[in-house]
Every structure is written in C-alpha cells, then in structure tokens.
C-alpha cells in the first residue's frame, strides 16, 4: 500500500501555545520578596474534563498509513458539537479541521480520512499547587519520552500534538502553579519522536 506523504503542521495550535506561555511571562527581578508570591487556589480548574479528555484522543502514525486515530464521532462523544469545522490542503491531501471552543479554551483536532492525525488544547490552566520545582526540574534529560517527562511534572496545561510522514511532534507547556505580581513561570518542552530535545 502506498504511503501518503504529507506534513501536518499544528501551526495555530503551537501558536497559541506559544502566545499563551509568553503571555503570563515578564522578566523578575532577582530581588522579588517571597511576600510577592503566592500559591494558585486549589479549587476545581475550569474546563479540566475537557483537558483530561483531549488525553483520549488517539492519534494515528505514519506506519499505520495514517488510520486507527480517534473519529470525529468518537470526538463528539468527548467535546460536543465542534465549534468550527474547515477543509486545509497539506501535500497531496486534505485535512478536515474541527475546533471546539469552551470560553477561552480551544481544542483543535486535525483529521485524515475520519483518522485523528493531529491535536491540541491552548488557553488552558490547571489550578494547582506549586509542585513543579526547580528539583522537578533538573530531572528533565534530552532524550526523556513525553511519559516519563508527565511522571515527573504531571500533566501539561496545553498540548499540541501533531503525526506527518516525517515525524511525530509535540510541544508541552506546563505553568508552575506559581503566582506573583511580576511573572507566571512555565515550561515549554518540545518532544521529536517522543523523545525531548
């Protein structure tokens, strides 16, 4: 069977990432007084079952000629209706783009022959205490998968997720729970073939 060559590129998705890490982040000054720190509430994140349920979408990989990703109707099941729903040339093929939208929450899931080739949730926040330390960290090695990089930091508060011919790719960004006056500290972690870089 011939393999389909085609790139998926999450564009807007790793966009938005990008943007909403850069736009909690302003440089500190060495001399911030622990009186401007605080902890985030531990009160229930809004919108965290759309977060935990984009962790059930399947995307399909290259080897598998593309097929046995999450369908659009399993979609439904997760995250309604979609919001949003468009058709994007990538290569010799065509991508169906569906986006689902939960206040500032956006979840966009990229399709190949109804097969979930790529994903990503941005605008979103997990409400948690600030565990992600710098002994947290300092355990983070290139070469770590993006599981063993969870166990350590818990799960990302946005994701974006993408399988092409060439590669599969992933940009994780977790906030650290962390609030002052002057910043939102975070992290961004790239991951090629599952593996960090």
């Known amino acids: 069977m011939k393999k389909k060559a085609f790139r998926v590129f999450l564009v807007a998705g790793i966009a938005l990432l990008t943007t909403t890490a850069c736009s909690n982040t302003k440089k500190t000054s060495s001399s911030s007084s622990s009186s401007n720190i605080t902890l985030q509430s531990s009160s229930e994140t809004p919108h965290k079952n759309i977060r935990l349920n984009l962790n059930s979408v399947h995307i399909a990989h290259a080897a598998d000629q593309f ?24 290569g010799n093929a065509t991508l169906d783009v569906y986006t689902w939208t939960f206040d500032k929450v956006i979840v966009t899931v990229q399709l190949f022959q109804d097969s979930t080739i790529a994903r990503s949730i941005s605008n979103f926040t997990f409400i948690r205490d600030a565990t992600i330390t710098s002994k947290k960290y300092n355990q983070l090695t290139n070469g770590l998968t993006y599981e063993q990089v969870v166990s350590i930091l818990g799960e990302p508060d ?40």
Not at 67 to 90: A, I, R, W
Not at 174 to 195: A, E, H, R
């Open 67 to 90: 097929q046995g990703g999450t369908t659009l109707e399993q979609l439904k099941n997760l995250f309604g209706e979609p919001s949003k729903s468009d058709q994007v040339p990538s």
């Open 158 to 197: 946005n994701l974006a997720q993408s399988a092409s011919s060439d590669s599969e790719n992933i940009q994780a960004v977790w906030n650290s729970g962390i609030k002052s006056n002057m910043s939102n500290p975070y992290i961004k972690l790239t991951f090629v073939n599952n593996s960090l870089t």
